[in-house]
């Protein structure tokens, strides 16, 4: 499980890694951190090459595991902050040059989820007043991801006909697929909110996101990676984080079970 834990922490960095590296082939901010036209903020490139390499060296040292809690609790709330001041008041005006509805408000709320979660999977760092107070915080992380697999299974199963036709066409029974995922998902959301078989549960939606990105999204992101402006191979990388947030879910699971196994048998 401790290898799990490891690789759990790269996916999420090497998502991390790729949000940041597109806003250097795209003009613009990406859609999942802004909500906004790429001509509308032409005037602030500066600022967005220096979000992208934030991004880049956050993904970095996630990735080869340096202050990984003290990076991960301020990349959490700068995707919270992004959430906030950019997904929120946009979408809340409902403003018609936005795709995807709340699509990328939810996966960034859970981004920002995962990046807490990495904070209470790898807690050792020096005491810092500001990181030991913020990391008070972090175990709200869990339930940002657990909230975005409840609404988006929700998603799938209340629009299995429209979701269905994100099934690659070589993948027989589309809608069948559709709402195996969906009752997957929520099943998975609640069994993390309640906190019941959530180290078997996470390892299991660890390996179907694992197989989403290589069956589905890797799949797009090949065929037409110039879709809205790479909107495919972003999507893969999301969906990596995703897996690696899962996969720690339940590694620190295992690891809490084992505590408390433990704890009993000494007594």
Not at 33 to 38: S, T
Not at 49 to 56: D, K, N, R, T
Not at 137 to 154: D, E, N, Q, S, W
Not at 210 to 222: G, S, V
Request: with cysteine; proline share 4%.
């Amino acid at each position: 499980m401790s290898n799990l834990k490891l690789y759990g922490r790269v996916f999420f960095g090497v998502g991390v890694v790729g949000i940041g590296l597109l806003h250097f082939f795209f003009k613009g901010f990406r859609p999942l951190l802004m909500p906004v036209p790429a001509e509308s903020v032409a005037h602030l490139t500066l600022l967005i090459y220096l979000i992208a390499i934030y991004m880049l060296v956050s993904g970095i040292l996630i990735c080869i595991g340096k202050h990984v809690r003290d990076v991960s609790l301020l990349l959490g709330v700068v995707f919270l902050v992004f959430f906030l001041v950019g997904h929120l008041p946009a979408r809340l005006q409902n403003h018609p040059e936005i795709r995807g509805f709340w699509i990328d408000a939810i996966k960034i709320v859970a981004l920002s989820g995962g990046a807490f979660i990495m904070a209470l999977a790898f807690p050792e760092a020096r005491p810092n007043k500001f990181f030991d107070t913020l990391y008070k915080i972090a175990p709200v992380g869990k339930y940002f991801f657990a909230l975005m697999l409840c609404i988006f299974g929700y998603g799938h199963l209340v629009s299995a006909q429209n979701v269905s036709g994100l099934v690659p066409k070589y993948i027989p029974w589309p809608v069948f697929w559709t709402y195996i995922s969906g009752i997957g998902l929520v099943g998975s959301g609640i069994s993390f909110l309640i906190n019941r078989m959530v180290k078997w549960v996470g390892l299991l939606i660890g390996a179907v996101l694992f197989l989403w990105l290589i069956l589905l999204h890797l799949y797009y992101a090949i065929r037409f990676p110039f879709f809205r402006d790479g909107e495919n191979i972003i999507g893969s990388f999301v969906c990596l984080a995703f897996c690696g947030i899962a996969l720690v879910i339940a590694c620190t699971a295992a690891k809490t079970e084992q505590w408390a196994a433990d704890a009993i048998s000494t007594h």
